[in-house]
């Protein structure tokens, strides 16, 4: 790629990895689109009325836009954002000026350190070491939001002694034994 641009003037090349950028996003976001709009129509549908899908797309909606803009400055997770983007409905109204920052912001990178940094890393060898701490983070991330998640659904423990919970013992039941 860096010889295609070679001897091109920094701007043009700012535009055109602008306009790939901002075409492979919003072609990535419409096939999540057409992916919901043909799972509303097939035998699972009755899936994408169920309430997780309901609070995942209003999570998407409050939280979708920085993620599909700072999506477009990881490696391997673009296409993935953008098309989540899709297929849990984010208006377009949030996801345009999303993805054409997130768009702009991947231009910048790669017109000016992009490619040598991007060599550097992979001619090292060191993408292993990203894709390990990357997955051992997203790990983390899960493991301890299904504790907190457990933590907080617990209802209180009821007492299990036969005394009033507070303290007057002319209250108490008898215990079973």
């Known amino acids: 790629m860096e010889a295609l641009v070679e001897g091109w003037p920094v701007w043009a090349v700012f ?14 976001y419409w096939v999540g689109r057409g992916v919901r709009a043909g799972g509303g129509r097939s035998r699972w549908a009755h899936h994408l009325d169920r309430p997780l ?8 909606r409050r939280v979708g ?9 990881t490696v391997g ?5 953008n098309a989540s983007a899709g297929i849990l ?3 377009q109204r949030r996801f345009v000026p999303a993805v054409v920052l997130g ?32 997955a051992l983070a997203t790990v983390v991330a899960v493991v301890s939001r299904r ?19 507070v303290g007057d013992p002319s209250t108490s039941r008898p215990t079973a034994q």
Request: aromatic share 12%; proline share 7%.
């Open 77 to 81: 997770l673009q296409s993935a954002i």
């Open 89 to 91: 409905r984010m208006p």
């Open 147 to 165: 504790v907190r998640r457990r933590v907080e659904e617990e209802p209180a423990a009821a007492p299990s002694s036969g005394v009033d919970p």
């Open 15 to 28: 535009v055109a990895l602008w306009l790939g950028a901002l075409a492979r996003g919003t072609a990535t």
């Open 65 to 73: 836009p920085p993620a599909v803009t700072l999506g477009f400055l």
């Open 103 to 134: 768009a702009a912001l991947w231009s910048l990178v790669y017109t000016t350190v992009g490619f040598a940094v991007v060599d550097a890393f992979l001619g090292s060898g060191g993408w292993w070491w990203l894709l390990a701490v990357l």
């Open 53 to 60: 899908v309901a609070r995942a797309e209003r999570f998407v």
